[in-house]
């Protein structure tokens, strides 16, 4: 046993140590052209970005291509050096794997960069991040499949497996398509919101009730910030499937409304002017609208619309807000006895 560990490490020992030399001057070799190149680009160039994002993948797999080119170079009697050759392929095909995908999730960063979000021009760079990121995911998911089909290929068995796997493909696909069908038809449905765009990212949504914000979109799922600071994870396939409200789809610009009961001996113009001092006075309206109705009337008072307009959702619920308090301070201080009451009459037997 000795014997034969001895004879064994005598035969490895200069194919090893070339190996290991080689990889060591390839992994120097990289770090220092890193280093070069990241010294003379600007850290928001399109390369730029593409290395930053592959750098320690690209390495791994220019480090496993010199071992694998060392492993082919040694004598073919090595013991040991068949499985070598193998673990070595298999990881090559997996760093692969990693680096393609590290550089399709680079080309989102870098639409995403060239596509800024400009003043008067947020709803296309919206719109461009949001069909960059579905269509990235996929093609991530596509590639990882592909890489570890490969990666699988390098084992002879699986090989031999081939033609039989090819017979039963028919029925392993149907069995397969019943059993994914959640996740098939979320990543169709990632696919179709992609193209046709009904929201994007940071676009406003009244979604079962909850006011929140589009904070993320994966490859099955969207994450909603709520306006409380919760999130709501919501399956894409729930948007294609079911109604929901999108308060920026053009434009953020929305239009509020207050409701106040009175009395019927209530004056309205007092309440009319009265709202556009409020109005005035606050930097959350846009000047765009300022509207007041009698909207609705019953048997015992009328309903006062008092319609406003702000630049987005958040000022208008702050504006909706400070505009009740204000005009209900302004009917207690001036008109107490203005506020809905209920009339009756006694008659006698």
């Known amino acids: 046993m000795a014997e034969a ?18 990889v060591l001057a390839t992994y120097v070799i990289f770090r220092l052209a890193l280093a070069v190149f990241r010294h003379f680009s600007e850290s928001r160039t399109v390369l730029r970005l593409f290395l930053d994002a592959a750098a320690r993948a690209l390495g791994v797999v220019f480090c496993l291509l010199a071992l694998t080119g060392s492993l082919k170079a040694a004598p073919a009697d090595l013991p040991l050096i068949a499985a070598l050759q193998h673990v070595t392929t298999l990881l090559l095909v997996l760093a692969i794997t990693w680096a393609a995908v590290r550089l399709t999730s680079a080309i989102g960063d870098v639409i995403v960069a060239l596509n800024p979000v400009l003043e008067g021009q947020w709803k296309r760079a919206r719109k461009v991040e949001t069909q960059t990121r579905f269509l990235v ?12 089909g490969a990666a699988l290929m390098t084992f002879e068995s699986v090989q031999h497996m081939g ?11 149907l069995i397969l398509g019943f059993a994914a069908r959640p996740v098939l038809s979320n990543l169709l449905a990632g696919m179709q919101i992609a193209l046709t765009q009904p929201f994007r990212i940071d676009d406003v949504l009244h ?15 969207v994450i909603l910030r709520v306006w409380d600071l919760r999130r709501l994870v919501v399956p894409l396939q729930w948007f294609i499937e079911n109604p929901f409200q999108n308060w920026s789809r053009h434009s ?11 009395d019927y001996t209530m004056p309205v113009e ?16 846009d000047g765009a ?22 630049s987005n959702s958040s000022a208008n619920w702050d504006l909706r807000c400070a505009v009740r308090e204000g005009l209900v301070t302004f009917i207690q201080e001036n008109y107490p006895s203005q506020l809905p ?5 006694l008659v006698e037997s």
């Open 341 to 345: 009451r209920l009339r009756a009459r």
């Open 270 to 285: 007092p309440l009319r002017q009265e709202f556009n001092r409020l109005l005035a006075q606050s930097n959350l309206w």
């Open 163 to 173: 033609a039989s796997l090819l017979a039963s493909a028919g029925v392993g696909g």
């Open 137 to 148: 995911r996929a093609l991530n998911i596509l590639i990882v499949i592909i890489g570890f």
């Open 5 to 22: 560990f001895e004879a064994g490490f005598k035969a490895w020992l200069w194919p090893g140590f070339s190996a290991i030399l080689a």
């Open 207 to 221: 979604v079962q009730g909850e006011w929140c914000w589009v904070e993320e979109v994966t490859s099955t799922y």
């Open 252 to 262: 953020a610009e929305l239009l509020g409304t207050v409701f106040i009961w009175v």
């Open 289 to 310: 609208l300022a509207t007041v109705q009698v909207t609705d009337s019953n048997d015992q008072a009328m309903q006062v619309r008092f319609l406003m307009s702000a």
